[in-house]
């Protein structure tokens, strides 16, 4: 056998550091999965699909703080839930100095829509929504001046954060959420993946594999600037 049959031990401990060095410089991807109901304080029936938030928070916390994860991939398909959590969970994200990417499958129903546009880069495909509507209560409310502006403040939050991590304007938003022409016995918008681009609401049109390129891309700008 020949020498360029057989390699030297020089030039296997050289392929060997090579492999090594790549294979510390592939990022390491978290996914993280925020789908149907956002439960808050109240508990939701064992039947509902349910994303809890009390369980969400420490991993996002722990994403964060992780020295072996590069990137936090997170798939929204919601049907609303609690506010409040929602917007928590919400703002958790957008405090993470971590790359963060929000990829929106199938619905991103109220509370939806900051978790959508709380990552430093957000897509949504061709087919999923975004229902946009005001803050409103099921089952008894106190009818009451305080009440009304607990619903007022709350929805301030919510357009607050949404018009400040996305590209939408505030009069354009406020358009959606009284548009009474398209949601059946409630007032809102629906705007499907196209739609939402072109809004401002959502940054970009894609699916997978654009998201983790974006992700990726994030990534090695965040490596170069250590």
């Known amino acids: 056998m020949s020498e360029t049959e057989n390699p030297t031990v020089k030039e296997q401990v050289e392929a060997n550091m090579l492999t090594e060095q790549t294979e510390e410089k592939r990022p390491h991807i978290q996914c993280l999965l925020i789908v149907g109901h956002i439960e808050g304080h109240q508990v939701l029936p064992d039947d509902n699909k349910t994303t809890k938030y009390e369980q969400v928070m420490p991993v996002l916390a722990s ?22 959590a929602g917007l928590a969970i919400a703002e958790l994200i957008a405090g993470m100095k971590k790359p963060t990417v929000t990829l929106v499958l199938g619905g991103g129903h109220s509370i939806g829509v900051p978790l959508a546009v709380a990552g430093m ?10 229902i946009i509507h005001p803050v409103r209560l099921n089952g008894t409310v106190i009818g009451t001046e305080q009440t009304y502006n607990y619903f007022s403040l709350v929805q301030t939050k ?21 548009n009474t022409s398209q949601l059946a016995n409630d007032v809102g918008s629906i705007l499907y993946g196209r ?17 983790l390129a974006c992700l990726h891309e994030k990534i090695r700008q965040n490596r170069d600037r250590a």
């Open 195 to 211: 739609e939402a681009v072109e809004a401002g609401l959502i940054d970009s049109l894609g699916g997978l594999s654009d998201a």
């Open 63 to 84: 994403v964060e703080e992780s020295h072996e994860i590069d990137g936090l991939l997170i798939m929204i398909n919601t049907v609303g839930g609690d506010v409040e």
């Open 158 to 178: 919510i357009i607050d954060f949404v018009v400040e991590h996305s590209g939408i304007t505030r009069d354009k938003l406020g358009e959606l959420l009284s």
């Open 121 to 130: 880069h957000s897509f949504i495909v061709p087919s999923a929504s975004m």
